[in-house]
């Protein structure tokens, strides 16, 4: 590009000429420095100047994966748990005459009632990912719960927790989920 005032070469449209200082101008379509933002297409609301995209349609589908893959961690930390409990419990284990557990009956007794409830909670899990992938109406509410009860499951489900309220408890995150679910 050549300058109009001097006629020597120019690098950059829509700058000034380093010859004489004369302004260039811009080539069709790039921004000027001070240009006014282009509009926002027509629908979406706008937000201190830029275009607001709610929060929960852009995390929904990535909290429902993060659901789904956190009721199979519950699902295979308990198999995991119970096969190494049940090998901890049977004597002549790392060369024991008797095993490190097998005096405490309590642990016997308790076995199936932490087996039953995390498969509960990993059922649980599951119904939170499967309901925000459909968008039922409900699901919203029953996340949030959960949410709260994942926030004991330390560090996977104080993480899961954390976003699932993030994204869904706020009360405008209520007006945007609404909008989007299907009954």
């Known amino acids: 590009m050549t300058c109009a005032t001097c006629g020597s070469p120019t690098a950059a449209a829509g700058g000034f000429c380093s010859r004489c200082g004369a302004p260039q101008p ?8 001070g240009a006014a933002p282009q509009p926002a297409p027509a629908g979406v609301p706008m937000a201190y100047g830029v275009p607001y995209i709610p929060r929960v349609p852009r995390h929904l589908q990535t909290l429902a994966v993060l659901w789904g893959i956190f009721a199979a961690y519950r699902v295979v930390s308990v198999f995991l748990g119970l096969a190494f409990a049940n090998v901890m419990m049977r004597s002549h284990f790392f060369g024991w005459r008797s095993s490190p557990m097998g005096h405490m009956p309590f642990l016997h007794a308790m076995m199936p009632f932490i087996f039953a409830t995390t498969l509960v909670m990993a059922g649980a899990a599951a119904l939170v990912c499967w309901s925000l992938l459909q968008r039922k109406p409900w699901a919203r509410v029953l ?38 679910a299907v009954d």
């Open 26 to 33: 811009a080539v069709q379509g790039t921004p000027q420095p």
């Open 143 to 180: 996340a949030i719960v959960f949410g709260v009860l994942a926030l004991l499951k330390f560090p996977f489900g104080t993480a899961l927790g954390i976003y699932t309220l993030w994204v869904l408890a706020p009360s405008a995150s209520g007006v945007e989920y609404d909008a989007i």
